[in-house]
């Protein structure tokens, strides 16, 4: 009885094994009939009221249904892996004949490129170019400039503050006192680079964004020389004139001082998202520097005089390649970037 039930059993289990269609089948079948609770083990449970003889015989048979059972589905599996490879093979490959797409050329952001230009300019004036640490000392940042503990305008530039005291610049002015003291006087030097405030940003304003400071001291130097450098600025990257206006603007570090606005490139002056409807955009402020920062900066005032500005490099940049959004400056998107610059490695 047990040998015709094993049979059954056996050519039942393998013809499901050849017609499964998945790998979920194959083990569907595994559980049902070789399972720790499937029906072969039933059987073999089912053995212990069996005479000796009898029990060495079935067991053997059952060794062999199981032992057929699980080569059929070895077998069966590998088809099924088989075939799998195969269509992984035809839709994934690889053509090693192609020629390779090479270094794809990136190209200068339009902040580097304005900068270069503008740095170029001023090496022809017989400017250096400095640099200072994006992570400065508050006396740098504040007070070296004339802008003592408590003053208001410490307030008007929103500071990211560091462990320890020291804090992220706030402006570049901090390279003037830095300048002040390698070169000392007379000296013309300009200082682009990255400053952080804790501001709100909108379409003409980021919390990360470039200046480019300038100074100059020698003796008798006035007002008519810092707008004949403005111009000079103005008009080299703008290659044209450009409507500009100067206003009184208070900046602790510069007596007199000044606002000097450019007419908004963008709308024209007729008014936009960016000049806040104005048609004017707040660029460059300048003045001629306060005796105090002289002093501080090691130069005796009453020999020397001169003047400093500190303009929005990022918001030049965006005049210049009528970008009507600073954020699109700092996005990174590859695809918009690469607009600008001439390709280089
Ligand atoms: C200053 O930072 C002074 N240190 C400039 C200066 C230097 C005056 C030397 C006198 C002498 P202000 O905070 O206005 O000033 O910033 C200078 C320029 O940076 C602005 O005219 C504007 O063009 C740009 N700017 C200011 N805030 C932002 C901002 N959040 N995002 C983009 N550009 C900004």
Redesign the pocket.
């Known amino acids: 009885m047990t040998d015709q039930v094993l049979e059954a059993l056996q050519t039942s289990a393998l013809a499901r094994i050849q017609a499964s269609a998945s790998l979920a089948d194959l083990e569907a079948v595994r559980v049902e009939v070789l399972g720790r609770k499937g029906t072969l083990a039933g059987i073999s449970k089912e053995m212990g009221k069996l005479a000796p003889e009898e029990k060495a015989r079935i067991g053997k048979l059952l060794n062999t249904a199981k032992q057929s059972l699980e080569q059929a589905l070895e077998r069966r599996t590998a088809q099924f892996e088989d075939a799998a490879l195969d269509s992984r093979l035809a839709s994934e490959w690889l053509d090693l004949t192609v020629p390779a797409p090479g270094i794809r050329p990136g190209s200068l952001h339009p902040v580097t490129l304005v900068q270069k230009e503008i740095e170029d300019l001023f090496v022809s004036m017989g400017f250096a170019v400095l640099s200072g640490p994006e992570v400065e000392t508050e006396y740098n940042n504040f007070d070296a ?1 004339n802008i003592p503990q408590d003053h208001p305008a410490r307030d ?2 929103d500071t990211f503050w560091l462990e320890g005291g020291n804090l992220l610049r ?4 901090p390279v ?1 006192v830095r300048g002040m003291h390698r070169l000392g006087p007379p000296l013309r030097m300009i200082a682009p680079g990255r ?1 952080f ?1 804790n ?1 709100e ?1 909108d379409p ?4 990360t ?3 480019l ?3 100059m001291v020698d003796r008798e130097v006035s007002v008519a020389h810092l707008i004949y450098f403005m111009k000079t600025l103005l008009k080299g990257i703008f290659k044209r004139d450009v409507a500009v206006r100067l206003r009184p ?1 208070y ?1 602790p ?2 007596e007199p ?3 000097l606005d450019i007419h908004c490139l963008l709308c024209d002056g007729a008014g936009c998202p960016v000049c806040k409807q104005s048609g004017w ?7 001629l ?1 306060h005796p105090s920062v002289l002093r501080m900066g090691g130069i005796d005032p009453e020999e020397w005089n001169g ?10 940049a965006m005049m210049r390649y009528a970008i009507d959004d ?1 954020r699109l400056l700092q996005g990174g998107d590859l695809r918009f970037l690469s607009q600008f610059g001439k390709a280089s490695n």
């Open positions: 400039l008007m530039q706030t402006h570049t002015s003037q400053v405030r501001e940003v003409s304003h980021e919390h964004f470039y200046q400071e300038g100074m603007g900046f570090f510069v001082g000044f606002e955009l707040e660029l460059l402020p300048c003045g520097v003047f400093a500005f500190g303009l929005g490099l990022t918001r030049l600073i």
